[in-house]
């Protein structure tokens, strides 16, 4: 069963752990947590634990003129963890948590409900630099022993900008969402190859179970070598696919100007020229990478949109920024699938090429377990409508327009035997921990071989270039791929061992805890996303402005 409905009913036997100031009485129910939790408006309840980093109040960026808290790590490692300690327990079953979040370098963000206890459930999302001021979806990444989520006493953020690394990080509105009961997986397909027609298709019409997938085309490319054309995307429609949008040449739109607004724009007028009006509302960003021009573009063209990793995420308190996982392997694969069985909430799943035989067999494996997972009522397939639905539906919430009880799922109704789960799904949480690590250490998963090339240019003579040269840069790009996955293996295997920079896991003698940060939670430490080198530019962003 979900994690939600599963973990912690209250008749859990203690672990002995249990401070004096334990905290009684009856727990804040799901239904009363959607919408804001915590404004900070007031920073009194907030503290920096062990002196992690520091928290101090800033006005300079909150976008309605009121207070944010400003998040800045210790000098040493380059850690911050702040945490509030409450005041009545909450039942954050059915539920999940994000902020509204701003960063002036990429950093992962890690959200942590604690028990009593010490044990917990976290929440992570990769924030990055050249994003605006946004509310976040973070999706569950961890669960740390056997937390009771009617008992949840203390709310931690964490985040880590890499050894040695000045960085700062703005947040407000904490705030619950929704979370479906039955985990959902969505199944896309990236980049609009062939493959997707000649070998994805069959392998989902082969199966018992309805497996709705999407497919996400760059609209300039349809017809040309080695892509879908016109009458296979429409065979794919008429198979119940959604045809929906990669920009227009499967680059990625992390710039401004009219070239992004093009390339962001023009997919919508061809996917419905073309009779895919449905899927014309849905975009996949190409390189999981917005930048603050295209997402407002993006904004204003689709309805939803994916970028970023994540998995098991609730209902999207942002619909632009959907996670997704692209080219799992097989291991992975599955692994995600008994994840999102045993966890509950929205997981994306996407491939781009499957030109190799180990692609196919990891796609057959996959659909294998999802038919096996969906008989048994432990897992169901979605769609980007689907994800689309639930974000109307936590806007009507906040607007008025609907109770959150008839949205928020009643846990104990929904709640599977705990025995019965068990036998079903038994996920790897190493796995899924090693499918995020590659994420946050900067390997771009969702990069098809032309978009390795690099960013768009805005200049005509270039875009012709960039054009005239596209066969050899994806030759290039394609080895360029597989050295940086040789690299990241290496990296992986190095990392397995805790580091010495590890913070201390003693307590101070109140808190009766043992919430981890570790190097584990790091960005790109040793030059990808996270390093210096990459740091945007923070002026008009209102960064240096910043005077807590």
């Given at each position: 069963m979900p994690v939600s409905n599963r973990?912690?009913?209250?008749?859990?036997?203690?672990?002995?752990?249990?401070?004096?100031?334990?905290?009684?009485?009856?727990?804040?129910?799901?239904?009363?947590?959607?919408?804001?939790?915590?404004?900070?408006?007031?920073?009194?309840?907030?503290?920096?634990?062990?002196?992690?980093?520091?928290?101090?109040?800033?006005?300079?960026?909150?976008?309605?003129?009121?207070?944010?808290?400003?998040?800045?790590?210790?000098?040493?490692?380059?850690?911050?963890?702040?945490?509030?300690?409450?005041?009545?327990?909450?039942?954050?079953?059915?539920v999940a948590p994000g902020i509204t979040v701003a960063a002036d370098r990429d950093a992962r963000v890690r959200l942590q409900l604690?028990?009593?206890?010490?044990?917990?459930?976290?929440?992570?999302?990769?924030?990055?630099?050249?994003?605006?001021?946004?509310?976040?979806?973070?999706?569950?990444?961890?669960?740390?022993?056997?937390?009771?989520?009617?008992?949840?006493?203390?709310?931690?953020?964490?985040?880590?900008?890499?050894?040695?690394?000045?960085?700062?990080?703005?947040?407000?509105?904490?705030?619950?969402?929704?979370?479906?009961g039955t985990g959902t997986v969505c199944l896309q397909f990236h980049g609009g190859y062939e493959s997707h027609y000649s070998d994805a298709l069959e392998i989902l019409e082969d199966a018992d179970t309805d497996v709705p997938a999407t497919a996400f085309v760059p609209t300039d490319r349809i017809a040309s070598e080695d892509r879908l054309t016109i009458d296979q995307l429409e065979t794919l429609s008429s198979a119940g696919w959604t045809v929906g949008s990669y920009g227009a040449r499967g680059t990625p739109i992390n710039g401004s100007g009219e070239v992004m607004e093009s390339n962001v724009a023009s997919p919508v007028d061809w996917l419905t020229g073309h009779g895919f009006d449905?899927?014309?509302?849905?975009?996949?960003?190409?390189?999981?990478?917005?930048?603050?021009?295209?997402?407002?573009?993006?904004?204003?063209?689709?309805?939803?949109?994916?970028?970023?990793?994540?998995?098991?995420?609730?209902?999207?308190?942002?619909?632009?920024?959907?996670?997704?996982?692209?080219?799992?392997?097989?291991?992975?694969?599955?692994?995600?699938?008994?994840?999102?069985?045993?966890?509950?909430?929205?997981?994306?799943?996407?491939?781009?090429?499957?030109?190799?035989?180990?692609?196919?067999?990891?796609?057959?494996?996959?659909?294998?377990?999802?038919?096996?997972?969906?008989?048994?009522?432990?897992?169901?397939?979605?769609?980007?409508?689907?994800?689309l639905d639930a974000a109307n539906e936590l806007e009507a919430i906040g607007s008025g327009d609907e109770d959150s009880d008839d949205v928020v799922d009643d846990p104990d109704e929904q709640a599977l035997e705990d025995e019965e789960t068990a036998e079903a799904v038994d996920p790897d949480e190493e796995v899924i921990e090693e499918v995020e690590q590659n994420e946050f250490e900067g390997v771009d998963e969702d990069s098809e071989t032309d978009e390795r090339s690099g960013s768009e240019s805005e200049s005509e003579s270039e875009s012709e270039s960039e054009s005239e040269s596209e066969s050899e840069s994806e030759s290039e790009s394609e080895s360029e791929s597989e050295s940086e996955s040789e690299s990241e293996s290496e990296s992986e295997s190095e990392s397995e061992s805790e580091p010495e920079s590890a913070v201390d896991q003693s307590t101070d003698g109140d808190d009766g805890d043992s919430l981890e940060v570790t190097e584990d939670d790091g960005i790109g430490t040793s030059g990808g996303t996270g390093s210096s080198e990459n740091t945007s530019e923070t002026a008009g962003r209102g960064w240096e402005e910043i005077d807590p």
């Open positions: 973990l912690g009913t209250g008749d859990d036997e203690s672990d002995g752990s249990e401070t004096d100031d334990e905290i009684e009485g009856d727990p804040r129910p799901p239904s009363e947590l959607i919408g804001t939790f915590d404004d900070f408006e007031s920073l009194e309840p907030w503290r920096a634990y062990q002196d992690i980093g520091s928290i101090s109040s800033t006005t300079e960026y909150a976008p309605d003129g009121g207070q944010a808290a400003l998040l800045e790590p210790r000098e040493d490692d380059g850690q911050v963890r702040v945490r509030r300690e409450l005041d009545e327990p909450i039942d954050v079953r059915a604690q028990d009593s206890s010490g044990h917990y459930v976290e929440f992570s999302r990769q924030v990055r630099s050249e994003m605006p001021f946004v509310s976040d979806n973070f999706g569950l990444s961890r669960v740390s022993g056997e937390p009771d989520l009617t008992d949840v006493v203390t709310v931690q953020i964490v985040s880590w900008f890499g050894e040695n690394a000045d960085g700062r990080l703005v947040i407000d509105d904490l705030y619950f969402v929704p979370t479906v449905d899927g014309a509302r849905f975009l996949a960003v190409p390189g999981s990478q917005y930048s603050e021009a295209s997402y407002e573009a993006v904004q204003t063209h689709y309805d939803l949109a994916f970028s970023g990793w994540g998995l098991s995420q609730g209902y999207p308190s942002d619909p632009h920024r959907c996670a997704v996982i692209v080219d799992p392997d097989r291991e992975q694969a599955v692994e995600l699938l008994e994840w999102t069985a045993a966890r509950g909430g929205f997981t994306s799943i996407a491939f781009t090429t499957l030109d190799s035989d180990e692609d196919r067999e990891t796609l057959e494996e996959l659909v294998s377990r999802l038919e096996e997972l969906a008989a048994a009522d432990l897992l169901r397939v979605g769609t980007p409508e689907d994800l």
